[in-house]
């Protein structure tokens, strides 16, 4: 693998690594905050 | 119309339904953009492949600064007309302007030891990048650190407000100061880009666009659910299985 490469990989690598983490982190957190909020209001009913 | 989607409840929904299509258009735009950039496009005749970092690191580079300068109109709207949604919408897009201005640093970094010889320099270009990385991150700190809603949105919405003087200064470092960066790849009615290289930035750049509408708009919706949670229309949708 060239020099080259490595930065053109470094660069296009980096980048779909953090966007994807980005958009798993964004689920996560939305699936999980519906789930507190749900369990929040099944306290409150009971 | 517009002011019926201004009201978090109404925009909840079209949030969620615009979202996945935003996110369809930034796949397929940076499968067209890549294909057009790594294939059609030739190879730079001074630089050679390394040039190829530019379909990444320009269409980082303009979100950085672009989704600042939309957090600022939020901001003046927050501000101005107290509307509540524009606060939900700043505190969306500081984190996916945060990750395109640090994409756009890494990125520039690693196109410039090759070309250069250096990964940093502290040119003007370069060091007001870095200053817009840091007013993202002392948005999402002050925003974070107030409990208040109503001062943070606001502290946030000045912060935002103050710091977006230092856009113009990104955008136009290149000419009022003597900088190791380039000037401006494209300027209106003048590019010195080869069409095939111009039309994949383009279309790499709409694509980053795309995504971060997707990205914004999903992540709106979670700020909405947590600010939201005490309406009855909440509720309700808490209810539904």
């Known amino acids: 693998m060239t020099d080259h490469e490595v930065f053109i990989l470094g ?22 905050r519906l789930e507190a909020l749900r369990e929040a209001r099944q306290m409150e009913g009971a | 119309m517009l002011f019926k989607y201004a009201s978090p409840a109404s925009f909840y929904p079209l949030a969620g339904k615009l979202a996945p299509v935003f996110a369809l258009i930034a796949a397929v735009l940076t499968a067209v953009g890549l294909y057009q950039g790594f294939i059609i496009a030739p190879t730079d005749f001074q630089q050679g492949e390394v040039y190829r970092i530019i379909f990444i690191h320009v269409p980082t580079a303009w979100m950085g600064m672009f989704i600042y300068l939309v957090m600022a109109m939020y901001a003046f709207l927050a501000l101005v007309f107290n509307t509540r949604l524009s606060a939900m919408m700043m505190q969306a897009l500081a984190p996916t302007g945060a990750i395109m201005t640090a994409l756009a640093l ?5 196109w410039g030891k090759p070309t250069w010889g250096t990964y940093w320099a502290w040119d003007a270009r370069m060091t007001s990048t870095l200053f817009l990385l840091f007013l993202y991150f002392g948005y999402m700190a ?10 943070a949105d606001k502290a946030g919405a000045l912060l935002v407000l103050v710091g977006v003087v230092n856009v113009p200064i990104i955008y136009f470092s290149v000419r009022w100061w003597n900088t190791l960066h380039q000037g401006a790849t494209v300027v209106p009615g003048s590019s010195k880009m080869a069409d095939t290289m111009l039309t994949a930035m383009m279309i790499m750049a709409f694509a980053m666009w795309a995504y971060s509408i997707a990205v914004a708009l999903w992540r709106v919706r979670g700020i909405i659910l947590e600010r939201e949670k005490n309406t009855a229309w909440v509720q309700e949708l808490l209810d539904r299985p």
């Open chain 2, 106 to 110: 890494w990125t520039g970094a690693l």
């Open chain 1, 11 to 32: 660069s296009y690598g980096v980048t779909a690594i953090v966007l994807a983490l980005e958009l798993l982190w964004l689920r996560l957190s939305a699936k999980r």
């Open chain 2, 142 to 151: 002050l925003d974070n650190a107030i409990e208040d809603r109503r001062r």
